[in-house]
């Protein structure tokens, strides 16, 4: 439509410009060029516009790809990241798996390590409760120990005295001696025996038993006239012995058959 104006207004200028006898416009002719100015005017704001639009499209369009490359930029930049996040993750990872690994080994290490000190600990407390042990029933029978020997010590001071009295009793059997003298030996007597149960001391003093070292000592050895007899028996006790329990504390003085 633009070009089919531009065309009649160009046909128009030209025949005016053919005819040298228009040098004066009529009011027509006047009417036809305001008429022309103002079309032209429209023309121009047409192209104007056009033009216009033409670059707003066209930064439009360029504000579009602006953008679109930012967006591209921005998730490169973003995909950058997270490869450089992930990369150094996963470096650290193998790190870490190995100091674990290290850390566990360390520790089962160190466990074997207290095992074997609290068994070595265990063995050494069981030695030393064992030599402890020991050591109580060590001192506890050398503490019997020396109670015996203390008592025997003393039953072997007591026993001649005991034997004394006895020979004293024998002997008043054939002497006049004073009836209630004779009876205060008596009495001290019977109070050394009573002694001598109340501590278990046994008197040795059978006869016709084989002889034994261990609680006899001969005195004398003779011939018997019992062929019955045979030799190394006891025929007679000269003194008596005595023991207590298994200990002898006066050895039985004997005369023994050969």
């Not at 953008?67 to 930049?77: P, R, T």
Request: glycine share 2%; net charge negative; aromatic share 4%.
């Amino acid at each position: 439509m633009v070009k089919t104006t531009e065309q009649s207004l160009d046909k128009h200028s030209y025949a005016e410009e053919k005819n040298p006898n228009t040098m004066q416009d009529s009011p027509q002719e006047y009417s036809k060029k305001n008429v022309k100015e103002s079309t032209q005017k429209e023309m121009n704001q047409t192209k104007e516009q056009t033009s216009n639009e033409a670059n707003s499209n066209e930064a439009n369009s360029n504000e579009a790809n602006s953008n679109e490359a930012i967006q591209q930029n921005l998730d490169e930049q973003a995909n950058n990241d997270v490869e450089q996040t992930t990369a150094p993750n996963a470096a650290e990872d193998e790190p870490n798996e190995a100091l674990v690994e290290e850390v566990a080994e360390e520790e089962l290490d160190l466990v074997a390590q207290l095992q074997h000190d609290l068994a070595n600990t265990k063995d050494a407390l069981l030695r030393k409760a064992a030599e402890l042990e020991n050591v109580r029933k060590r001192v506890q029978k050398e503490r019997i120990g020396l109670f015996e020997d203390a008592r025997i010590q003393a039953l072997q001071d007591i026993i001649p005295i005991a034997e004394d009295m006895n020979r004293t009793l024998e002997a008043s059997a054939s002497t006049e001696i004073d009836e209630n003298f004779l009876q205060g030996v008596q009495m001290v007597a019977s109070k050394f025996e009573q002694l001598f149960e109340r501590y278990g001391v046994e008197p040795i003093n059978q006869a016709q038993v084989p002889f034994d070292v261990d609680v006899h000592d001969a005195m004398l050895r003779q011939p018997t006239d019992d062929p019955a007899i045979p030799s190394n028996t006891v025929l007679q006790v000269l003194e008596s012995g005595y023991k207590l329990g298994n200990r002898v504390i006066k050895h039985a003085k004997v005369i023994v058959s050969e």
